[in-house]
């Protein structure tokens, strides 16, 4: 069990990532609100979505990920992280409808390609069965 304190935010940021490079910061409004926001409002002030991307970025590099969705709380220019570590996030049509879903794409075909092209080895799962039997 986690006991959180509940931020009182000004923004609430959701930054999906790909491939440690790409973020892209998308206001939203987490549930029970609507999600993600109308089309014209989706979009974050340019110095607030500049720092959520940059820190998403960071954090993915920190810890290796190669795909992630961080959201982030901003109350007076601080910013919260709340969900930090979606590493399979949703990157659906019905969520990013037109104003994302391209660049989502793009850069996920852009990131397979180059993983596919590249002599970097793929990591192999455990092998839970051995894991058990010990």
Do not use: C
């Not at 399979?88 to 596919?116: G, L, Q």
């Amino acid at each position: 069990m986690m006991l959180q304190e509940f931020i009182e935010w000004d923004t609430y940021i959701r930054v999906p990532t790909i491939g440690r490079r790409w973020a892209r910061a998308i206001l939203y409004d987490p549930p029970p609100g609507p999600r993600w926001l109308p089309p014209g409002l989706r979009h974050p002030a340019r110095g607030i979505r500049d720092q959520a991307e940059e820190l998403s970025l960071l954090f993915n590099r920190a810890l290796g990920y190669d795909m992630n969705a961080l959201e982030f709380a901003v109350k007076d220019g601080l910013f919260y992280g709340i969900d930090l570590t979606n590493y399979t996030p949703d990157m659906d049509y019905r969520s990013f409808k037109d104003a994302h879903f391209p660049w989502a794409v793009e850069k996920m075909a852009e990131f397979a390609v180059e993983k596919a092209l590249s002599d970097e080895p793929t990591p192999q799962a455990p092998d839970f069965r051995t894991l058990m039997l010990r």
